[in-house]
């Protein structure tokens, strides 16, 4: 079992930036492809980014390339996602993800532990 929690959400003016951190507690996580999603109100939830047990492969939505980079620190148990130039449209509920297989990365159903999510709101 993985326990997940996001930190680091919280209000922003567009082109600001913010860092979630999500830290993972339970069996081993360096063993583990970590995610990102948010969920917009009255919208579907949507991948953002995923990292690599080792972080050789990272992959990004179109939408957050060159804006958000995506790290993990296996020492201390932790997932970042640093968000930089925010937008609008970027306003979400943030949750952090993981899963044992390396394959379908940016499918929700595909991942087997959530954290609670953090709330990320830019304002125009």
């Known amino acids: 079992q993985v326990q997940l929690v996001e930190s680091g959400g919280g209000l922003v003016q567009a082109g600001g930036s913010l860092r979630l951190s999500c830290v993972a507690s339970?069996?081993?996580?360096?063993?583990?492809?970590m995610a990102w999603f948010r969920q917009a109100p009255g919208k579907e939830r949507e991948f953002v980014a995923a990292?690599?047990?080792?972080?050789?492969?990272?992959y990004y939505t179109d939408s957050v390339k060159g804006r958000f980079s995506i790290s993990r620190d296996n020492a201390k148990n932790t997932v970042y996602l640093q968000m930089n130039s925010l937008k609008p449209e970027d306003t979400a509920d943030y949750y952090c993800?993981?899963?044992?297989?390396?394959?379908?990365?940016?499918?929700?159903?595909?991942?087997?532990?959530w954290g609670q999510g953090t709330q990320v709101t830019v304002s125009s």
């Open positions: 993800a993981a899963k044992s297989d390396i394959g379908t990365l940016s499918v929700g159903s595909t991942y087997d532990y």
């Open positions: 990292i690599s047990w080792n972080g050789g492969r990272i």
């Open positions: 339970g069996r081993t996580f360096s063993s583990y492809v």
